[in-house]
């Protein structure tokens, strides 16, 4: 909004010359959305423990160093959500298609991750809404979003360390609704503990914001040989407001979490790096920045199918954190480990652009 109301005096006001730069949008975004998040932190928690008794329904079949959360306030997503809008409407180019999309996957999967928040806390059961209508409806909206995508984008995808684009024509639709359920599925299994989730979200968000700026830039595009997609460069503005987002939440999130962001956040958040990537035609990418994700999904199919094959676990408990806690890791050996992981995997992510 800000760019759509100021660049255009920049003929009698110079200095209005800045909001024509992406970078420095993308800053500000970032700025915005960390301080609104941690200011408005301290209210919002409140008015979540006023507002949800018991709150976070704790599953008693998990590490028993979990009991002791029974009672913290969840639904923290919705602070991420209202600060990445916020600053997304405040500095981005609001003509720009891809913003929009951006905003319709992050607020339908989040209105999809507060259904079953919603559920939670009402039946005071960690079993919210059941896993076929939580699908049905990450499909509507991630359905509209990839529908939208193919109209504006070219059916390829982007091979990481090799000069190829796969050409997948009509299946494009799909494979970017795969890529969308599957990411933000993937988050949400990763937020398992306090900042696991919202941290490598923040690093991934940083490798996106790189990528979608270059991508969106034809010399520094040509140069990479990475795909060409005019306007997509406005997605970094998106990303750093996702980041300020996450970083502001991390500050009452951290070991020991005053509040948890719930499926709202997780779903939300997941579907919104999907969305990104998939703009840029960067899924492959997306695979080695979120690979943390990845390894926490990967873990829970290798645990379902082993039992249902064989009868045995493969850990003592999925996702895979679990199963360190359960060796005896202190959470926040956990928590920090992992983010190390995920630190790696961001900046190997990174390193592709330039290994073709």
Same mark, same amino acid.
């Given at each position: 909004?800000?760019?759509?109301?100021?660049?255009?005096?920049?003929?009698?006001?110079?200095?209005?010359?800045?909001?024509?730069?992406?970078?420095?949008?993308?800053?500000?975004?970032?700025?915005?959305?960390?301080?609104?998040?941690?200011?408005?932190?301290?209210?919002?928690?409140?008015?979540?423990?006023?507002?949800?008794?018991?709150?976070?329904?704790?599953?008693?079949?998990?590490?028993?160093?979990?009991?002791?959360?029974?009672?913290?306030?969840?639904?923290?997503?919705?602070?991420?959500?209202?600060?990445?809008?916020?600053?997304?409407?405040?500095?981005?180019?609001?003509?720009?298609?891809?913003?929009?999309?951006?905003?319709?996957?992050?607020?339908?999967?989040?209105?999809?991750?507060?259904?079953?928040?919603?559920?939670?806390?009402?039946?005071?059961?960690?079993?919210?809404?059941?896993?076929?209508?939580?699908?049905?409806?990450?499909?509507?909206?991630?359905?509209?979003?990839?529908?939208?995508?193919?109209?504006?984008?070219?059916?390829?995808?982007?091979?990481?360390?090799?000069?190829?684009?796969?050409?997948?024509?009509?299946?494009?639709?799909?494979?970017?609704?795969?890529?969308?359920?599957?990411?933000?599925?993937?988050?949400?299994?990763?937020?398992?503990?306090?900042? &696991? @989730?919202? $941290?490598?979200?923040?690093? /991934?968000?940083? #490798?996106?914001? !790189?990528?979608?700026?270059? %991508?969106?830039?034809?010399?520094?595009?040509?140069?990479?040989?990475?795909?060409?997609?005019?306007?997509?460069?406005?997605?970094?503005?998106?990303?750093?407001?996702?980041?300020?987002?996450?970083?502001?939440?991390?500050?009452?999130?951290?070991?020991?979490?005053?509040?948890?962001?719930?499926?709202?956040?997780?779903?939300?958040?997941?579907?919104?790096?999907?969305?990104?990537?998939?703009?840029?035609?960067?899924?492959?990418? &997306? @695979?080695? $920045?979120?690979?943390?994700? /990845?390894?926490? #999904?990967?873990? !829970?199919?290798?645990?379902? %199918?082993?039992?249902?094959?064989?009868?045995?676990?493969?850990?003592?408990?999925?996702?895979?954190?679990?199963?360190?806690?359960?060796?005896?890791?202190?959470?926040?050996?956990?928590?920090?480990?992992?983010?190390?992981?995920?630190?790696?995997?961001?900046?190997?992510?990174?390193?592709?652009?330039?290994?073709?």
């Amino acid at each position: 909004m800000l760019y759509n109301l100021l660049y255009p005096l920049s003929d009698q006001f110079s200095f209005l010359n800045l909001f024509q730069y992406i970078t420095f949008r993308t800053v500000y975004a970032l700025v915005t959305a960390l301080a609104v998040c941690w200011l408005s932190g301290p209210l919002f928690i409140r008015w979540l423990r006023s507002n949800q008794g018991k709150g976070q329904p704790i599953r008693d079949d998990g590490p028993m160093t979990h009991l002791a959360k029974q009672g913290t306030p969840t639904m923290g997503g919705l602070l991420i959500i209202f600060a990445l809008a916020i600053s997304t409407l405040l500095w981005a180019d609001l003509r720009n298609g891809f913003v929009w999309l951006a905003l319709l996957v992050t607020f339908g999967f989040g209105l999809t991750g507060w259904l079953d928040d919603y559920l939670k806390l009402r039946r005071n059961n960690p079993e919210g809404l059941s896993g076929r209508r939580k699908l049905m409806l990450q499909c509507l909206f991630g359905g509209i979003a990839a529908a939208g995508l193919s109209m504006m984008t070219d059916p390829v995808v982007d091979i990481p360390f090799f000069n190829q684009q796969w050409h997948i024509g009509w299946w494009y639709p799909l494979f970017v609704l795969f890529v969308l359920v599957g990411t933000s599925n993937a988050v949400n299994l990763t937020d398992g503990l306090d900042g &696991l @989730a919202v $941290a490598p979200t923040c690093m /991934v968000a940083v #490798a996106l914001a !790189v990528v979608v700026y270059l %991508a969106g830039h034809i010399k520094f595009a040509t140069y990479l040989m990475i795909p060409h997609v005019p306007g997509a460069g406005e997605l970094a503005v998106f990303c750093g407001a996702m980041i300020g987002a996450c970083l502001g939440f991390l500050w009452y999130n951290t070991y020991p979490a005053q509040v948890f962001m719930g499926d709202v956040g997780a779903l939300s958040l997941g579907g919104a790096l999907g969305f990104v990537a998939c703009a840029v035609h960067q899924q492959f990418l &997306l @695979a080695i $920045a979120g690979g943390l994700f /990845v390894l926490e #999904a990967v873990s !829970v199919m290798i645990q379902v %199918a082993s039992f249902k094959l064989t009868g045995k676990r493969v850990f003592r408990m999925a996702p895979i954190h679990h199963h360190y806690e359960l060796k005896g890791w202190p959470e926040p050996k956990v928590i920090v480990r992992f983010w190390i992981i995920a630190i790696l995997l961001a900046l190997v992510a990174l390193s592709t652009l330039k290994i073709r």
